[in-house]
T-cell receptor
Framework: AQSVTQLDSQVPVFEEAPVELRCNYS??????LFWYVQYPNQGLQLLLK??????LVKSINGFEAEFNKSQTSFHLRKPSVHISDTAEYFC??????????????FGTGTLLAIQP | EAGVTQFPSHSVIEKGQTVTLRCDPI?????LYWYRRVMGKEIKFLLH????????ESGMPNNRFLAERTGGTYSTLKVQPAELEDSGVYFC??????????FGSGTRLTVV
């Protein structure tokens, strides 16, 4: 069975500092990997995804994540955060290549708390 | 393009009552999913519709939960009777294909 671990429930960081949100997964099959973000009082939004190809994927607002198959990780990074990045971030996986339902398996989320 | 719409946004009901959540997917999206997040825990899959058919309902917690999708358009999720542990945020998502999810803003259900 697939599972996703986000060890940090909350990450406090000062504005303009770098941040890394950790995500590890376990799966016996190939997976697709996602980061979703939930801003206060809003729904889940896709931040970035890895389906295949380059292991480094980037979002339009400066986040990036690298798929590391040997370490089964998909950590999210940003070199300099802004107050507007305050949100809860969810890592998720789904079965690749013919998975029956393509349902998402989520981690427990990491709250990114930006301090001025 | 209108997004995925869920209502109500909040619902507070007493234990034993019935609640119906509604999801309007993006027009033309055949796939519709329901997920739930119980406070402090991960977001969990409940079920998946393809048009009006249930493709996978393996995540439905028990038979107090009933999901329908009328004519392959909007979907409802009914909880009857509601229990305290049903409290959480219920998310709906739709997609035209396998990996293009769009989530709604969720319905926060509180059972007291």
């Amino acid at each position: 069975a697939q599972s996703v671990t986000q060890l940090d429930s909350q990450v406090p960081v000062f504005e303009e500092a770098p941040v890394e949100l950790r995500c590890n997964y376990s799966s016996s099959v190939s997976v697709y990997l996602f980061w979703y973000v939930q801003y206060p009082n809003q729904g889940l939004q896709l931040l970035l995804k890895y389906l295949s190809g380059s292991t480094l994927v980037k979002s339009i607002n400066g986040f990036e994540a690298e798929f590391n198959k040997s370490q089964t990780s998909f950590h999210l990074r940003k070199p300099s955060v802004h107050i507007s990045d305050t949100a809860e971030y969810f890592c998720a996986v789904s079965e690749g290549y013919g998975g029956a339902t393509n349902k998402l398996i989520f981690g427990t989320g990491t709250l990114l708390a930006i301090q001025p | 393009e209108a997004g995925v719409t869920q209502f109500p946004s909040h619902s507070v009901i007493e234990k034993g009552q019935t609640v119906t959540l509604r999801c309007d997917p993006i027009s033309g999206h055949d796939n519709l999913y329901w997920y739930r997040r119980v406070m402090g825990k991960e977001i969990k899959f409940l079920l998946h519709f393809v048009k009006e058919s249930k493709q996978d309902e393996s995540g439905m917690p028990n038979n107090r939960f009933l999901a329908e999708r009328t004519g392959g358009t909007y979907s409802t999720l009914k909880v009857q009777p509601a229990e305290l542990e049903d409290s959480g945020v219920y998310f709906c998502a739709s997609s035209p294909a396998n990996y293009g999810y769009t989530f709604g803003s969720g319905t926060r259900l509180t059972v007291v």
